[in-house]
């Protein structure tokens, strides 16, 4: 046998993929599926997002055939998580399997893409594929198992929304998308009965889809079943340069590999293992597959329990304990209950599919979810080896250290014991984490009491938690008090001080937010106790001491979403506009049917050019410090590594930058300024090689002293200078000395990283004579054609950037993707090679810098009714260690500090942070919502201070139409106080605050809370220069129109509403306009498609194209006025007429003078009103937003379907950058929060519950093309609402425990915040440490 499984032949690898067959003699067995489809297979729909499981762009479906009971499975999988030999004698199907454009769409497709549901299109194959998965298993599912089927897949453009409803007419009920006037999504919503004449509610018509076959499915490949029938199972070895797999399908065959091979891997869902090798850089040369032998795959019911083997996966778990919690008396399942409910929030339904739960137990991870369940339940493993098996208990001893336990190296988990329950005896379970979905828990906990039959005298208690140490522990002293005593009212505050001995945390433990932690564990005990009370209520009623106040009863239900609801309605175009005129129609994004079949090419999915090779970074790990030495040996040793590249190799300049200041380094130069800065590159032939190559090379540093937080650099005086960063209006020392009332405070906003779910990319080419060819994920192509000639000291006529899309950017992608393409550049310059760099997500998150992090101190003078008189404000924020585009962050931020406001006397002065962390940029919104933000914090401030009503002192300082902003700028079509009205109006605003407020008063444990807040946000560039656009317009004898513009697509619609506004100036229909891509070899010297401009200028300069040449088809036209669009073409082209024509754009009238403070930064303003409602669990600082309205002015909107998904998808965003999305590093400038699995932004459980939103109607806006107003940013401010309604709950809480309502809220929200604002009886037992006296684990910078 030993000879057998160590000889060096390997089996040929066989599966299907799309009902094609595979077979590869020579697999490398350490490839992921995603690369193999992807760079074997050429299939690139299934897209890179994270690498780690967190995202789902990746998402496949895997079919099995089991021969024992002759059944198929269909499950949705991480492509990128499954090693390629776990998939042998499987069959595949990626996203190009389903349909495709040149043969049929799938209803999946077609659905998704008609409902809107796609933007920038990268996570949308995985979430059609999650789909399609479920539909092959429950071809009418119902809405809730939509909503989970989507557990493990993010999308950082929609807001999930229109996802949904587009998949809801899958269901049993359907969805009519708004048609019928009664539609599902919106069926009694107060404040929406009434339907204003010429406003629509449909944005897509399911009368269109093709309906859904399941009949129609391909068949599970026979020759798969064959094989699998007729050979019998037998051991598999792949065999490759780096990796061995085996597949032993014995226990027999495993222990002999054990022994053989000692420091083998095992491998079931390779959940933690494919996470170990791609970011921690394991290398495991051999790997066993044990997902094939019989003795680790049974489940089973026994007489004392149920026997899981230790193979079995987490769905088949979670769906065999279902069945027993609907089958066997509920006395005896409830570990089992638990166990289905913490399934419910363990990552998503890919990683469920295939990770086990002897991988959860053998990793041993001090936050596993279900180990604390396990040690509660007191569940015994059989552990087998050569040795022999033995059975052990995981109790208090079972976990030995961190990730470490008793089972030994040549041991095997064969089987775990979970037992029944009796009548007598209670169990659940508790988990809190920064998102209630996929998300890993900060703490959990697992909870078990016997009580003496007949009483409530405890017999045995087990309290087991996860998150309070290196290991998931037992709260032993209090397990072995609490015996003997009753269940009864003073049981908490008797065992909340053991609790707290039990579950230290010293200050600055690993993890960190230590006090919020140890309120958790108390939080989750009475929550344990309330439950158990209820049943001793129900059992024994009457008992004395077992009563439970009214208002405690929400305290231990869960949170919970209903299916999403909304309503979503816009003004229909007029009755007579013509039928080929496109624009105001809701048409679908442009690129959506590629983007659903997984057409659709990004800048990594171009195929690979002969020759060319890919690179690797050499990042800095240091945030400061003098580089002593970089040794490359090792590195450049490796087979298959070309060069060593670093700034030596810059033939022309190493110094950039997207400002005149080009203090941005291409390669550091002797110091590093911050960790992740780009020290030298490795040239190799595949990402793989020059990956680990990098990794290879040693640099020696000197350390030096380093600033990272905002408050760092205010203490060391680091900032960039800066004139002219200072906005004055009347006399504020004057107005705060003589105002009634003063409030001073601070406040702190978050960075929030873009998480655009393509990273960045870029491909560059060398071509004859010094030509530069450069494909580079990029919003504004001409800042890397330009750093690219600038790097190599080469004309720029001589460098084209081309992009077809991007998939996301939000402001990241504006001037960081330049630098990266320089740097790809020198690299492709010194090997004369193509060259490929597409950052992994760690390595983006690191290296291209995120939203500014902002501090704000204000002084505000008010009169005693509450109308501002002055506002004095000191911004800072951190730029990070270049100046990108910090300055102009800040200036948005001090042109954004009234919100909708009008303060007579201002003084705003912006500081720009110098620290050592990776150079911060532009992000949606631009600095914008910060300065809102803090205006809005002060009168929320001073209504909860004052008790004067928010609304009223929100309406008794609002702009009217023509007052003038605090810098000097008219308000001309602002319609605030229309948004205003109206939202108050259709969120009912007034009944629901008194709903709150009832609800409040009979809940202490839950509070509710509703906040309206308004925006104002002014739509230009702050450098004038940039407001300016070409473009350049072909008309073919066809009489089809390529256009090319300034813009680049990356997912907010632009080229299509381009083409939309093509076809209102041309008179033609939308179907014969098409945009190829973006280049600057056709239109030159572009600005950045940001700030909402990109349709204003883009829109204005194809206009300006299209009636220049509609303007010389004018004589055909009248000599043929019956004749065609077609025939005047040719007309024209007959009589040599030129067809083609540029269009050029400049926004007028834009000035600003910093000496006087007075001008117009911006064209116009763009309005809107939010009203959000939230409930939050003040217990554990959870929350759920039960409901937003959302009244938007687009102008006459170019495409409502378009802009209500922008609205959508910024909300949601700034939800993120409000409430959810927390980013840390250590104090030393390393980033924690790095990658899908610990940058947590909204999935789709955190819509809110109803989400309704309305365009205004009737509002054209005259300064802009087609009357339309810009909505990419505007929005994203309006999520603060959640961020208020937060407060507003919070305050109630507070109210009950007699603490003062106004206190300090930093965003984002997060629960930790949350918590422990809601102060208490438990928060106050926990020591409070103060700052400055211990390291802490995090920063926020
Ligand atoms: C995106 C994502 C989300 C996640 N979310 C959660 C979460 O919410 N909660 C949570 O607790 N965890 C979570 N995890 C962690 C992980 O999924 C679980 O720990 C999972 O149960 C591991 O199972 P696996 O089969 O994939 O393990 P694998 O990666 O295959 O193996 C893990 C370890 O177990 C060992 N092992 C496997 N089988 C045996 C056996 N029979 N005997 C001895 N050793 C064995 C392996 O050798 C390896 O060391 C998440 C992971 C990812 C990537
Ligand atoms: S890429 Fe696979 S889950 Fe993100
Ligand atoms: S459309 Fe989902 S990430 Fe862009």
């Not at 193979?311 to 778990?317: A, G």
């Not at 406040?747 to 030509?771: A, D, N, W």
């Not at 060819?773 to 504004?780: D, G, I, Y």
């Not at 077809?804 to 993707?817: E, I, L, N, W, Y």
Request: glycine content about 8%.
């Amino acid at each position: 046998m030993a000879s057998k499984l160590s000889g060096t032949d390997g089996n040929r690898l066989v599966f299907f993929c799309n009902g094609k067959k595979v077979v590869d003699n020579h697999v490398a067995p350490e490839l992921t599926l995603l690369t193999y489809l992807r760079a074997k297979l050429l299939l690139t729909g299934s897209k890179l997002g994270c690498g780690e499981g967190g995202c789902g762009a990746c998402t496949v479906m895997l079919s099995r055939y089991s021969p024992e009971n002759q059944t198929i499975s269909h499950r949705a999988i991480n492509a990128c998580l499954t090693p390629i030999c776990y998939v042998h004698g499987m069959a595949v199907t990626t996203i190009e399997g389903i349909g495709s454009t040149r043969t049929r769409l799938h209803p999946v497709q077609e659905r998704l893409a008609k409902a809107h549901g796609s933007q920038c299109g990268f996570c949308t194959p995985g979430i059609v594929m999650s789909m399609y998965t479920l539909l092959r298993n429950r071809p009418q599912p119902t809405m809730e198992e939509i909503e989970s089927a989507f557990e493990g897949n993010l999308c950082r453009c929609t807001g999930y929304r229109s996802i949904l409803q587009g998949y809801k007419t899958f269901t049993m009920e359907g969805c009519c998308g708004g048609s019928n006037g009664n539609c599902c999504m919106d069926q009694n919503r107060s404040g929406y009965n009434e339907v204003e004449e010429g406003v629509s509610t449909s944005l897509f018509d399911p009368t269109e889809f093709t309906p859904y076959d399941p009949s129609q499915e391909p068949i599970f490949p026979p020759e798969l079943m064959i094989m699998q029938n007729d050979s019998p199972t037998k051991i598999l070895k792949f065999v490759g340069d780096e990796v061995t797999w085996f597949r032993p399908v014995t226990m027999q065959e495993l222990l002999d590999l054990k022994v053989l091979y000692p420091e083998a891997k095992m491998v079931v869902g390779n959940s933690e293992v494919g996470v170990e090798v791609k970011f921690k850089n394991q290398e495991y040369p051999v790997l066993i597959d044990v997902n094939h032998i019989p003795d680790l795959t049974k489940i089973e019911t026994t007489p004392t329990g149920i026997r899981v083997g230790a193979s079995v996966s987490l769905t088949s778990l979670n769906e065999y304990l279902q069945n027993v919690v609907l089958t066997q008396p509920e006395p005896k399942t409830r570990v089992y209950a638990a166990i289905v409910e913490m399934l419910r929030w363990f990552a998503g339904h890919q990683i469920r599919n295939v990770a086990s739960l002897g991988g959860n137990i053998a990793t041993g991870s001090p936050i596993s979810d279900l180990n604390p369940l396990l040690m509660a339940a007191m569940c015994k493993l059989q552990l087998t080896s050569k040795r022999g098996t033995r059975t052990v208990k995981i109790d208090g001893n079972f976990f030995t250290g961190y990730r470490k336990s008793i089972i030994g190296n040549d041991e095997v988990v064969l089987t775990v014991d979970i037992p029944f329950t009796t009548g007598n005896e209670y169990f659940y379970g508790y988990k809190q984490a920064l998102r209630r979905v996929d998300d890993v828990a900060i703490v959990n906990a697992g909870m078990r009491v016997i009580l003496e039959p007949g009483t409530n005298e405890v017999q045995e208690c087990r309290l087991a938690y996860g998150g309070m140490a290196a290991t998931t522990v037992l709260a032993k002293k209090t397990m072995e008090k609490i015996k003997g005593m009753k269940w009864a009212n003073g049981l908490m505050e008797a065992m909340s001080p053991l609790l707290l001995e039990d579950l230290p945390l010293p200050p600055g433990a690993p993890g960190g937010m230590e006090p919020y932690r140890q309120s958790l564990t108390l939080s989750f005990f009475f929550k344990f106790y309330l439950a158990v009370l209820e049943q001793i209520n129900l059992k024994l009623p009457g008992l004395s001491g077992s009563s439970i106040p009214r208002s405690y009863k929400t305290a231990n239900q869960r949170l919970h979403t209903n299916p999403a609801v909304g309503v979503q309605m816009y003004q229909d175009v007029p009755s007579g506009q013509p039928e080929s005129d496109a624009a105001g129609r809701p048409l679908t994004h442009q690129s959506a049917l590629k983007q659903v079949t997984g057409e659709a090419v990004y800048v990594d999915d171009i195929p690979s050019i002969t020759g060319e090779f890919y690179l690797g970074v050499v990042l800095s790990k240091k945030a400061h410090a003098k580089i002593i030495s970089v040794d490359s040996t090792a590195a450049v040793a490796l087979t298959g590594v070309h060069s060593f590249v670093d700034m030596k190799d810059v033939p022309g300049s190493n110094a950039v930058g997207a400002t005149p200041v080009k203090d941005d380094l291409l390669f550091a130069d002797g110091e590093v300024t911050c960790v992740g800065q780009v020290i030298a590159v490795v040239v190799a032939d595949t990402q793989a090689i020059a990956q680990r190559a990098a990794r290879l090379v040693q640099v020696e540093y000197e350390d030096l002293p380093a600033i990272i937080t905002i408050q760092d650099a205010i203490d060391q005086n680091s900032f960039f200078h800066a004139s002219n960063l200072s906005v004055k209006k009347g006399n504020v020392d004057e107005a705060l000395g003589t105002s009634k009332r003063v409030l001073e405070g601070e406040m702190k906003i978050g960075g929030q990283e873009h998480f655009y779910l393509e990273t960045c990319s870029t491909l560059v080419i060398p071509r004859e004579g010094g030509e530069i060819e450069v494909f580079s994920s990029t919003q504004w192509p001409t800042l890397p054609q330009s750093m690219v000639a600038e790097a190599l000291g080469i004309p720029r006529n001589r460098v084209v950037c081309r992009i077809k899309r991007m998939g996301g950017a939000f402001g990241g992608k504006c001037t960081r993707p330049g630098i990266l393409a320089a740097v790809c550049a020198v690299a492709a310059n010194k090997v004369n090679r193509p060259v490929r760099l597409t950052l992994d997500r760690d390595e983006d998150m690191i290296m291209t810098g995120i939203r500014h992090p902002f501090l704000g101190r204000f002084k505000a003078g008010l009169t005693e009714t509450g109308r501002l008189r002055a506002l004095q404000v000191d911004l800072y924020n951190n730029g990070g260690n270049t100046l990108d585009l910090t300055y102009s962050v800040m200036e948005k931020a001090l042109f954004h500090m009234d919100s909708c406001y009008n303060i007579p006397n201002v003084r705003v002065t912006g500081h720009l942070c110098k620290t050592n962390i990776a150079s911060n940029t532009a992000f949606r919104g631009f600095g914008g919502p910060q300065g809102q933000m803090f205006v809005e914090s002060i009168l929320h401030e001073i209504s909860t201070k004052y008790g004067l009503s928010p609304i009223h002192i929100r309406e008794l300082n609002f702009y009217k139409e023509g007052d003038r902003t605090y810098f000097g700028t008219e308000l001309k079509n602002c319609n605030v106080d229309r948004c205003w009205t109206e939202c108050l109006k259709k969120s009912d605003f007034e009944r629901r605050r008194r709903d709150v407020d009832q609800f409040n008063s009979e809940n202490r444990w839950r509070k509710r809370g509703i906040a309206i807040t308004p925006t104002k946000y002014g739509i230009a560039f702050p450098l004038v220069m940039l407001n300016q656009a070409g473009a350049l317009v072909h008309v073919y004898t066809d009489g089809t129109v390529l256009i090319s513009h300034g813009g680049t697509e990356m997912g907010q619609g632009l080229h299509t509403k381009m083409i939309q506004v093509a076809s209102r100036t041309l008179r033609i229909p939308a179907d014969k306009i098409h945009i190829s891509e973006t280049s600057t070899a056709t239109v030159p010297n572009t600005s950045p498609t940001a700030a909402s401009t990109g349709s204003d200028l883009n829109g204005m300069a194809v206009k300006d194209a299209c009636e220049t040449i509609l303007h010389r088809l004018e004589p055909f036209i009248q000599d043929d006025p019956k004749g065609t669009w077609e025939s005047w073409v040719m007309a024209a082209y007959a009589n040599r007429v030129s067809l083609s024509s540029t269009g050029f754009y400049k926004t007028p009238d834009l000035h600003f003078n910093w000496e006087t403070s007075e001008g117009q930064p911006y064209r116009y303003f763009v309005c809107g009103v939010a009203v959000s409602e939230v409930e939050v669990d003040c217990l554990t600082g959870d929350h759920q937003v039960l409901r937003t309205d959302i009244v938007m002015d687009a102008g006459d909107s170019l495409n409502p379907a378009v802009d209500i998904g922008q609205i959508e998808g910024a909300f949601i965003q700034g939800y993120g950058l409000f409430v959810m999305e927390d980013y840390r590093m250590t104090p030393t400038g390393h980033l924690l929060t790095k990658g899908a699995g610990f940058y947590k932004i909204p999935g789709f459980g955190d819509i809110p519950g109803e989400f309704n939103i309305s365009l205004l109607t009737r509002a054209p806006n005259p300064r802009a093309v087609c009357s339309s107003k810009g909505v990419g940013e505007p929005p994203l401010y309006l999520a603060s609402s959640i961020f208020f309604a937060i407060k507003d709950a919070i305050q109630s809480a507070r109210d009950d425990a007699g603490i003062p309502r106004a206190f300090r809220l930093d965003s984002p929200a997060t629960a930790e915040r949350i918590r422990m604002a809601c102060q208490d009886q438990f928060t106050k037992q926990i020591a409070q440490v103060e700052e400055g006296t211990f390291t802490p684990f995090f920063v926020r910078p």
